[in-house]
């Protein structure tokens, strides 16, 4: 379908931020004039005085609420149609403009870390500079790991090659991986990623197995290049653990988003003590699928043809009255998000595909892209970008611009809620038990893909570092090693641990972000317990989940975190998280003995 075929009220409305292109590409010309060529000398090496530096992070926030104002133009014009060239060009160009200017206001940092603590604190308690607070607070706090300007400058020319190992595993993982082909719905067809994935939830027993072996026997081919690679990267962070003076890895990586070791060490004790129930889930599945269960079985549905094939309008309206549990102005903001054409709907000849949210400060609301079909999942994917969409727009609306952008830490935080209240509405009104089990195993796999899979990943890196941060070389039999217990530890012994398995590790290029992907799993954790107090307590539980979503990123993401009732510090919410999976099977249990 084309474009100009779907109705217009289906199409965001990007007018929202310009009326035109010809009124975008006048902005552009205005800032690059502007800010191109800025002069920062007037502030460089003067950030000690307040009135400089108030200045300073004034023009600084000024030029990126302009600039970020026309990316996002730029960006939802582009993924409408991804073969235009007019917006293939404006989102180079001002993507090129973006690292000019901002290289331009790089001594920023630098020079208010190499203040002492004294200015730094007396800034802190300036009324005027409230909305930096936070900001100053992180810097005071970094200065013991800051070093001299010439080591620091030596590190940073150093950066981009010590940031090529996740470059180099893109190359080998894209372009010398070399996939054959394999066979699905009866033919033979080119093996790709995206393909695995579909194949391993919709293919047949044999095409699984087929899919499988052959895919990780491609990575088992390039796994010397795949281990030194890794293993560059793992030395990398241990350098730069070692000269900014960590503790460890996993201290540095949770220090740049302001979160202490704790929460990574309550969510592997809570997983570690959970595993007993994942291993039953496992054997559940083996009983209703009358079958062995192999790692290329994890992802077969275990509950069929229970798909809700809605209209978008009816899907919409089942979301909007799903989330009543967050009261009506929620309801009325979900609302006001449709008419006002917030949402870009359907699937178009070059559209890009998925789903996701995007916003801006100066933006006068963010944007959700879908490609919706009438699936049941699909339905979901509308519940789980509206949060990401309304969690940007209360936080923008509530904070200054310093502080209203929330960590990826908080990231996936309120569009899982959306879909667990909506799961529980789903759960509960109806009368169809196909689909009741239905739901319970999409909450289920969405758990042990989101929690358990995650923090295994989590867990891996952690020993992954630790041996080389204790003199220990990592090599491909001991990565692999490492990772195959792991796996068996994980989902016990109903599942047969196919040997392939144990060189996942060597295809998830999240690795080269260490210690980015629990974050998932604390979300999902988040998650449960922020929908457990709203079903229990009601408005106020309500009140205090509206406050977080209007945190942005005001403080230390735990410390926002605890607005909504959840101290990730304590082994509480981990805990309720576990709880529910189990309560889940027992529930999904029951209905197979009914």
């Not at 502080?403 to 996936?412: D, M, P, V």
């Not at 016990?492 to 998830?508: K, N, P």
Request: aromatic share 12%; charged share 30%.
């Amino acid at each position: 379908m084309e474009r100009k075929e779907i109705a217009e009220k289906y199409q965001w409305k990007v007018s929202d931020l310009f009326a035109s292109d010809e009124a975008w590409e006048k902005e552009f010309q205005a800032v690059e004039k502007e800010y191109g060529a800025i002069d920062t000398s007037v502030f460089e090496n003067k950030l000690g005085d307040k009135a400089t530096l108030l200045k300073c992070l004034s023009l600084n926030y000024e030029v990126a609420g302009r600039m970020e104002k026309l990316y996002i133009y730029a960006h939802l014009r582009h993924d409408e149609d991804v073969r235009d060239s007019f917006t293939t060009s404006a989102l180079a160009r001002i993507t090129s403009l973006f690292s000019k200017v901002f290289s331009q206001f790089a001594f920023i940092d630098p020079q208010l870390t190499a203040l002492d603590e004294g200015t730094l604190q007396s800034f802190i308690a300036d009324p005027d500079f409230s909305e930096h607070d936070y900001k100053l607070k992180k810097l005071v706090e970094s200065k013991a790991h800051v070093l001299s300007e010439k080591e620091e400058k030596l590190l940073a020319l150093g950066s981009d090659v010590f940031g090529g190992f996740q470059d180099v595993f893109m190359m080998l993982d894209n372009a010398n991986l070399n996939l054959p082909k394999a066979t699905f719905k009866g033919e033979e067809v080119q093996m790709s990623h995206g393909l695995y994935g579909v194949v391993l939830h919709t293919g047949d027993r044999e095409e699984r197995k087929e899919w499988f072996e052959k895919y990780y026997d491609s990575y088992i081919k390039l796994i010397d290049a795949i281990t030194q690679t890794y293993y560059g990267n793992v030395k990398k962070n241990v350098l730069y653990k070692t000269v900014r003076n960590y503790n460890s890895c996993l201290e540095m990586a949770l220090d740049e988003e302001d979160v202490k070791p704790i929460v990574y060490e309550n969510l592997i004790k809570a997983t570690h003590d959970a595993l007993p129930t994942m291993h039953e889930y496992i054997s559940v599945r083996k009983k209703v699928l009358k079958q062995e269960q192999h790692v290329y079985d994890l992802y077969v549905p275990l509950v069929e043809d229970a798909d809700m094939s809605l209209p978008f309008d009816e899907a919409y309206a089942l979301v909007v009255k799903g989330l009543g549990a967050l009261g009506k102005e929620y309801q009325s903001l979900l609302e006001k998000a449709k008419a006002e054409r917030w949402i870009d709907v359907y699937e178009n000849e070059g559209k890009r595909n998925g789903a996701y949210s995007a916003g801006a400060y100066n933006s006068p609301h963010p944007y959700v892209l879908l490609n919706y079909q009438p699936t049941t999942n699909d339905i979901f994917t509308i519940a789980h970008e509206m949060g990401h969409a309304l969690h940007t727009y209360k936080s923008t609306h509530a904070q200054p611009q310093a502080k209203a952008s929330y960590t990826i830490f908080l990231a996936e935080i309120a569009s899982t809620v959306n879909e667990v209240l909506l799961l529980k509405y789903l759960y509960k009104e109806s009368q169809d038990k196909n689909l009741k089990k239905y739901l319970l195993n999409y909450y289920m796999d969405t758990i042990r893909a989101t929690l358990f899979r995650q923090t295994q990943f989590a867990e891996f890196e952690q020993k992954a570092h630790e041996k080389v941060e204790n003199g220990e070389a990592l090599t491909k039999e001991s990565l692999s090693e490492l990772y195959y217990a792991l796996n068996k530890q994980y989902y016990g012994e109903s599942l047969c641990h196919d040997e392939r398995i144990a060189y996942e590790w060597a295809r998830i290029p999240h690795f080269y972000n260490a210690f980015y992907v629990y974050k998932y799993a604390t979300g999902i954790i988040s998650a449960i317990s922020i929908v457990k107090r709203i079903l229990t307590e009601g408005e106020s539980a309500v009140k205090d989940y509206f406050e977080f979503l209007s945190s942005g990123g005001c403080s230390d993401p735990v410390s926002i975190l605890k607005k909504a009732g959840v101290d990730l510090e304590k082994e509480q919410p981990f805990k309720v998280a576990m709880q529910e999976f189990k309560d889940t099977l027992e529930e999904f249990k029951s209905l197979l003995e009914d």
